[in-house]
């Protein structure tokens, strides 16, 4: 890694002040390695001693259009001169439910401010409308911090069990067993089994929730048939379906994995490239599931949920993807994809790269494909990790772990795509050939 002095003095504070130096443990790449950043521009950002980096990180999603894009800025600032909380219903607010409405097809919208919170409240919502507790998770699949859904996020292989009957792994300390009770955990991409736990167990069901692209598992895909084998279960046994939409929203096509799929959940949660980076996320769902949401029925809500700035750049956001944007996203992906390929293919190298344009993975692996999270897990990151790293000293900058997609915004530009592949094959030839 070729961050300087002044970026590695300034981690040590971080590290003086605030656990492992980092607000989130993700951003934790070691002491001697995590970055501290200066800014951001459209396709790129900085480290505290100027090395520019293309950022393929993108904030682990959120900044679609570019980092501090003008029209959102612009937006935003108007927005800050009339307040920025009110905590009472405004027009910002009204404007952006009417924009996600008409992107997504959901019927009503509530807002949150982290896809963690949006993804609590769906559970909520959807034990509310059920009167059952229990939910189904993936092995794999994130949905935030809160206690009902860190099971089997990124389990060590030596703890997940046999396939048939996973083990529920807690992502750390301090999660109660007692919530635990309440998740059952099945693989991914199999029909068999999900239909065996609901058949076994439905009265309990509340939700079953899932990314529909696996976001943080290298942009697994759901097999075809799946999500609407998945729809089909949840209608003959009363479960809601929650789509959570927080990497694939806004993202992937302007009405998320539902348009893209054709599939519709009965909920959806979005919250990353709905506000370019502004903390914003959002409940959608159909008016039968969520129109009992209120005082003494089903509680929610959140002082700065719905807020002015936030909900003003959603509005400035969604424009920008309603006019155009995700079609210059999803042309640098493929790009990138194919040349990413073919240096696969010419270095003789087992892998491939997946997923949709607009969040693409590569995977190392001898197999054909990858399904599930045990597939992924398998693959070589090692070499993954290495290669990665190399990048970094050129000057790319995806995620340091295979878990991660590639994204792209409407910043990126053919000659960063061309960089990049021309990086990566720098980059395998030093590791492998
Ligand atoms: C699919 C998914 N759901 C929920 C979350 C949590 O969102 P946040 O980090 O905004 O709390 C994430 C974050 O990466 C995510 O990818």
Redesign the pocket.
């Known amino acids: 890694m070729q961050s300087g002095e002044k970026t590695r003095k300034m981690f040590q504070r971080a590290l003086d002040c605030m656990p492992s130096g980092v607000t989130?443990n993700?951003r934790y790449w070691g002491d001697d390695k995590s970055l501290v950043l200066k800014k951001g521009e459209g396709a790129y950002i900085w480290d505290q001693d100027d090395n520019q980096y293309i950022d393929y990180r993108l904030g682990?999603?959120?900044v679609i259009l570019g980092h501090a894009y003008p029209a959102v800025l612009e937006k935003v600032k108007e927005a800050m001169s009339i307040g920025n909380v009110y905590a009472m219903t405004h027009e910002y607010e009204i404007k952006a439910a009417e924009k996600i409405k008409k992107m997504t097809g959901v019927d009503l919208v509530r807002y949150a401010?982290?896809?963690?919170?949006?993804?609590m409240h769906a559970i909520r919502i959807a034990r509310a409308y059920t009167g059952r507790d229990k939910i189904i998770k993936f092995e794999g699949?994130?949905?935030?911090?809160h206690d009902a859904?860190l099971w089997s996020t990124f389990p060590p292989l030596t703890s997940v069990g046999y396939r048939r009957a996973p083990v529920k792994v807690p992502q750390g300390s301090g999660m109660p067993q007692s919530l635990g009770n309440l998740v059952h955990i099945v693989p991914f991409n199999d029909e068999e089994l999900l239909e065996n736990k609901v058949k076994a167990n439905w009265g309990d069901i509340a939700c079953i929730i899932m990314?529909p692209i696996m976001?943080?598992c290298a942009s697994v895909m759901p097999k075809k048939g799946y999500l609407e084998f998945v729809r089909k279960l949840c209608d003959e046994y009363g479960i809601v379906l929650i789509f959570?939409?927080?990497?694939?929203g806004f993202r992937i096509a302007k009405g998320g994995a539902q348009e893209y799929f054709g599939v519709r959940s009965d909920l959806a949660?979005y919250?990353?490239a709905l506000g370019n980076g502004f903390?914003i996320?959002a409940i959608g769902g159909k008016k039968e599931v969520m129109g009992d949401i209120g005082f003494l029925k089903i509680p929610h809500g959140g002082t700065y949920a719905g807020n002015v700035v936030a909900t003003a750049a959603a509005c400035a956001t969604l424009d920008e993807l309603e006019a155009g944007a995700l079609d210059k996203v999803s042309a640098h992906g493929i790009r990138l994809m194919n040349g990413f390929s073919q240096v696969l293919s010419d270095r003789g190298v087992p892998g491939f790269v997946q997923g949709p344009p607009a969040m693409p993975a590569i995977v190392l692996t001898e197999e054909a494909g990858v399904f599930d999270y045990r597939d992924v897990a398998a693959s070589n990151h090692a070499i993954y990790e290495q290669v990665i790293w190399k990048l970094f000293a050129k000057g790319v900058m995806p995620d340091s772990g295979v878990h991660e997609p590639w994204f792209i915004s409407a910043s990126h530009t053919d000659a960063d795509a061309d960089k990049a592949i021309e990086a990566f094959d720098e980059a395998v030839m030093e590791v492998l050939c």
Do not use: L, R
Request: glycine share 12%; hydrophobic share 25%.
């Open positions: 989130s993700y682990f999603g959120p401010n982290s896809g963690t919170e949006a993804t699949h994130y949905h935030g911090f859904v990314e976001g943080n959570d939409e927080v990497k694939t949660t919250a990353k903390p996320a």
